[in-house]
């Protein structure tokens, strides 16, 4: 049975695979009844016949399809990642000398609180000064070290270099197609996952400021479509934010939802009682931003003020404005932990559960980790159902409607459809009109969503417009 474990299964004898074949469904068979009688004893056969089982087939049939990756743009791009990587390097060099390597923790530690001697932020488990993204991130904020911030675009570049330039070289077919194997149970709250490549995390594009030069990378550019065929992306707007506001019926943030001004502006005048004309600084936005996405759920005022920059002492002041302002929010996140911890589990509006096994010690941090997890399950849940389903109805309507065509990719809260160019109004009038659709689980809300269409993904993402509502 050894044999089974090669990659060409022409080497295996044919009665070995017959009987391993044989094996293979007696198992599934098996298996297939005790796990139905678990799901009914669960009342969640519903949610596996109408949801689970008609999202893996369709991720079957998006990853058989693949996607297209422009090899040319990836060797060039490649190029760029590397020239950039090794004028990072030159940089830091000339600072730490030349044999300072930028991936040695130890050597690292010596020049930033030796050599340079940047305050020790924090620690390590064993004590040692510690170097992670989050520290090297705040010490560019609190000291604006040159050499932490070439560090750190170095770490990135290295990172996307190897991902997703060599790393995406490992997958592309004779057809020049990657096929990502979508996971989806791989997360408790329901959003896909993918592996081979990971396409469901692929970074944004983002400018790098290299020797006072901006070199733009991007790494969705690489994935195309075939000749005669496009591109559409669809992203629902702050769908996270919209499912809390939406369940905690706290008033004033659905009423800043609804007046299609951009959000963290709108927090921050809310939160300091400004009129809605006043204007808001980048400053004061960025800790409204903070506050939508880490207040929310559950962030500590020492977390969140380590991410902004700013001291504990003001975080704190601005957590407790953001909890008088939204209110609804401030009950509902006490409510929900509350009950999963007395009652053992917790179930979002779509009728996923969450099993919850209360944390009964006298850690302060493992204590708010579980009330943060627990928080958050509801609003990323409601999030990826919301994206999920719309992506079901737009497999359906393109089978049904035989538009040549299918969506291949999901990430976060956003969906790529690939199609052939012919159909580009048809595939907005359908694909609006999904997205758009009222969720009844949600009081019957409408999600807002950006839409935009191009040759790669880059260009059909950096196209995108908002849409509140479409009537075709």
Request: proline content about 4%; charged content about 25%.
């Amino acid at each position: 049975m050894s044999l089974l474990g090669k990659s060409d299964y022409s080497l295996v004898p044919t009665h070995v695979l017959h009987e391993y074949a044989a094996m293979d469904a007696d198992a599934t068979r098996r298996i297939y009844f005790p796990l139905v009688n678990s799901l009914k004893k669960q009342d969640l056969a519903g949610y596996y016949k109408s949801f689970t089982s008609k999202t893996l087939r369709n991720l079957i049939k998006s990853s058989l399809i693949g996607m297209c990756i422009d090899k040319d743009l990836l060797n060039k791009q490649g190029k760029i990642f590397l020239n950039a990587i090794e004028e990072l390097e030159i940089h830091l060099k000339k600072t730490a000398g030349d044999s300072f390597n930028p991936n040695s923790p130890k050597q690292l530690v010596e020049v930033l609180y030796e050599q340079l001697d940047l305050p020790v932020l924090e620690k390590t488990p064993t004590g040692n000064p510690s170097t992670n993204k989050e520290v090297l991130e705040l010490l560019v904020e609190k000291t604006d070290c040159s050499f932490v911030r070439h560090l750190l675009e170095f770490r990135a570049l290295s990172k996307l270099y190897s991902t997703y330039v060599v790393g995406l070289s490992n997958f592309i077919d004779d057809n020049n197609i990657v096929h990502p194997t979508f996971k989806i149970s791989g997360t408790i709250t329901g959003r896909i996952t993918s592996e081979n490549p990971p396409a469901t995390t692929l970074p944004r594009d983002k400018s790098y400021l290299i020797n006072g030069k901006s070199v733009n990378i991007s790494v969705r550019e690489f994935f195309s479509c075939p000749e005669g065929y496009e591109l559409c992306y669809a992203d629902i707007s702050q769908a996270e934010l919209r499912v809390a506001a939406i369940v905690s019926k706290d008033k004033v943030m659905l009423k800043l939802l609804e007046s299609k001004e951009d959000l963290h502006t709108a927090t921050a005048r809310s939160i300091m009682g400004l009129s809605l004309t006043a204007e808001v600084d980048k400053e004061d936005r960025r800790l409204a931003k903070t506050a939508n996405f880490g207040i929310l759920f559950g962030g500590s005022a020492a977390s969140l003020a380590k991410r902004t920059g700013v001291s504990v002492a003001v975080m704190e002041d601005f957590m407790e404005q953001y909890l008088r302002t939204f209110k609804g929010i401030a009950k509902w996140r006490t409510r929900v932990s509350d009950y999963a911890l007395s009652k053992g589990e917790l179930a979002s509006p779509f009728g996923r559960k969450k099993r919850v096994v209360p944390y009964l010690g006298s850690d302060e941090k493992l204590i708010s980790e579980q009330s943060r997890q627990l928080v958050n399950f509801i609003p990323q849940n409601g999030a990826a159902e919301i994206t999920v389903r719309a992506y079901n109805r737009i497999c359906a309507r393109m089978e049904k409607e035989n538009i040549e065509g299918f969506p291949i990719n999901m990430v976060y809260d956003s969906i790529l459809v690939q199609y052939k160019i012919e159909y580009r109004e048809v595939i907005k009038d359908l694909v609006l009109k999904e997205m758009l659709t009222p969720v009844k689980e949600l009081d019957n809300q409408i999600f807002p969503c950006s839409y935009g269409y191009g040759n790669n993904w880059s260009v059909a993402e950096n196209s995108a417009k908002e849409v509140y509502n479409y009537n075709g």
